[in-house]
Structure formats: C-alpha cells, structure tokens
C-alpha cells in the first residue's frame, strides 16, 4: 500500500531549538496538509499546499512556523524557536485530485 | 465557515452492543463527508466516506449515511467489538473551502469485554 512517510516518529528537544519535521507524500498525490493535534484543541489544520504552490497557512503562528515543499516529494515544517506550547502530534496527510486523503503516522514533538 | 459537530466523549459500551456517534455538519456548498478512526500511537485512517446526498458509507460494520435535510452522517455499528476501541472524527471536505478537510473534535471510544 501506498503510505505517507513522516520523520521523525518522535522528537525531544529543549526550549528554543529549533525543530524540522519532514513528510513525504504518495506519489503523484498534488495536495498536502499539514495539521496538528492537542489534547486541548484537537485536530488543527496549520497549512496546505497544491503543486507545491501554499494555498492557506493561516491555521499557522507565523513567528515561529514555516512550511515548504522544496520539491513533490518532500514537505517540510519548522519551528524557530521552538516553546514548550508546542508540544503536540503533528500529522502530514496527502490527497490526489480524486480525493483519498492519507495520513501519515505523525510526529511526537516534545519541547522541554 | 464550514464546521462539524460530533458528539462528546467518551463513549463507553459493552461488546456486542449498538453504536451510534452523531456528527452535524454545516456547509456552504455540497461537501463529501468522512469518518476517520485512530487507533492509539497512530495516525488518523479514511473508515467510510460519502460523497452526495443519501449515499450511505460502509466499511468492517459500519456505516453512516449522508443526510442533506438533516445536515448529519451519524455512524453506526450493530455489534461492536473490543478491537473497536480507538477515536472516530468525522470530516467534511468541500470545494468551496477549497477541498480542505475539516475535522470534529472526535469521540473516543471504549468497549468493554
């Protein structure tokens, strides 16, 4: 099967550092999300992008968070600096033009 | 905005007994609907979908059906098992918000042996 790759399964980090999370879509897929869940909030949308081009990010704090996709194969978001209110899942999901979103199995961030 | 209700959690059944979650939506255009599960430590997996109105989703038992005039897609089960166990979010995905999905808070989900 076909699957959404996320890297890495977990991440602890201090305070301040910054943090990388990488995702890598089904091929051929166009659409990619990036979401985050809290207990708290649940499942928040941060940013999407078709043919790599952003289409919203405004679900994202701007200060802190950027997202890229420097090419169809990999996605990115980062955190500078990173604070300890970020510590949540944060998932990558893709989608062709036919629909069928994929999650992947989502980054465990930690910020201490 | 579009949005999705679903009933709180959690819910807490014994096995073999009948579930239903409820989930209201509200939309502009005409949305395809969804019910994701995710089991513990995973990510979120597509359960059943519905793409117009009276189409009814299925998938290992259960179901829900898409209903227009009542704005709902509750899902169902006649006989839930322990394996069952896990957190159900029911989504909506509508071209006019530009196909990005939209999630419930979602209801977890205990069965009991």
């Known amino acids: 099967d076909a699957r959404v790759t996320q890297t890495p399964r977990h991440k602890v980090t201090e305070m301040g550092q910054e943090v990388t999370m990488r995702c890598q879509p089904i091929l ?3 659409t990619v999300f990036w979401y985050r869940q809290t207990m708290m909030q649940g499942l928040e949308l941060l940013a999407y992008f078709r043919n790599r081009a952003p289409l919203d990010d405004s679900g994202m704090p701007k200060d802190r968070f950027s997202a890229e996709m420097p090419d169809a194969t990999l996605a990115t978001l980062k955190i500078q600096p990173s604070e300890p209110r970020d510590s949540a899942v944060y998932f990558c999901a893709s989608a062709s033009d036919r629909g069928g979103y994929t999650f992947g199995s989502g980054t465990r961030l930690t910020v201490v | ?10 819910v807490t059944l014994s096995e073999e007994a009948f579930l239903t979650i409820n989930c209201t939506y509200t939309a502009t255009g005409y949305p395809s609907l969804f019910w994701y599960v995710q089991y513990p430590g ?7 979908k519905a793409t117009k109105a009276d189409d009814k989703g299925s998938n290992k038992g259960f ?51």
Do not use: W
Request: with cysteine.
């Open chain 1, 28 to 30: 051929g897929h166009n």
């Open chain 2, 1 to 10: 905005g579009d949005s999705v209700t679903q009933m709180e959690g959690p």
């Open chain 2, 63 to 113: 179901e829900a059906t898409y209903r227009k005039e009542t704005t709902s897609f509750h899902l169902e089960k006649g006989s839930v098992q322990v394996s069952d166990s896990a957190v159900y979010f029911c989504a909506l995905s509508d071209f006019a918000s530009g196909d990005k999905i939209i999630f419930g808070k979602g209801t977890r989900l205990h069965i009991l042996p």
């Open chain 2, 42 to 48: 995973e990510g979120l997996q597509l359960l059943l």
